[in-house]
């Protein structure tokens, strides 16, 4: 008996340690890099968050990094910007980089 109870609390206890969301970081002109380089950690509720800029359909610059909580209406939308045109947000939580502007 005593057993049993020990693997359940040791089997709940693994359940309730997950990692943190990982997302990439980059700031706007800062360069990003493929592999290593900056990231967050997404705190309970957040998502990874990339936002393109285009200007004419050519892309200007990307952010990268985690929401923050007033960026829940922002996500998966598309705004017309008068000075930096179309501005794409997306949001994730599927996987750790999940905001990576590279395919893996």
């Known amino acids: 008996m005593t057993g049993i109870l020990f693997f359940s609390l040791a089997a709940l206890l693994c ?3 997950t990692e ?3 997302c990439v970081v980059c700031k706007m002109l800062s360069g990003c890099v493929r592999k290593g380089g900056l990231t ?3 705190l309970p509720g957040q998502q990874c968050k990339a936002t393109h800029v285009f200007k ?3 892309r200007q ?3 990268q990094g985690c929401t923050l909580p007033e960026d ?3 996500c998966n939308t598309v705004k017309e910007d008068k000075m930096w045109g179309a ?3 997306t949001c994730c939580n599927n996987k750790d ?3 990576s502007i590279y395919e893996d």
């Open 15 to 17: 359940y309730t340690q």
């Open 20 to 22: 943190a969301l990982k």
């Open 40 to 42: 967050c950690e997404a």
């Open 56 to 58: 004419v359909r050519i």
């Open 61 to 63: 610059f990307t952010l």
């Open 72 to 74: 829940s209406h922002r």
């Open 87 to 89: 501005v794409n947000t």
């Open 97 to 99: 980089l999940c905001n």
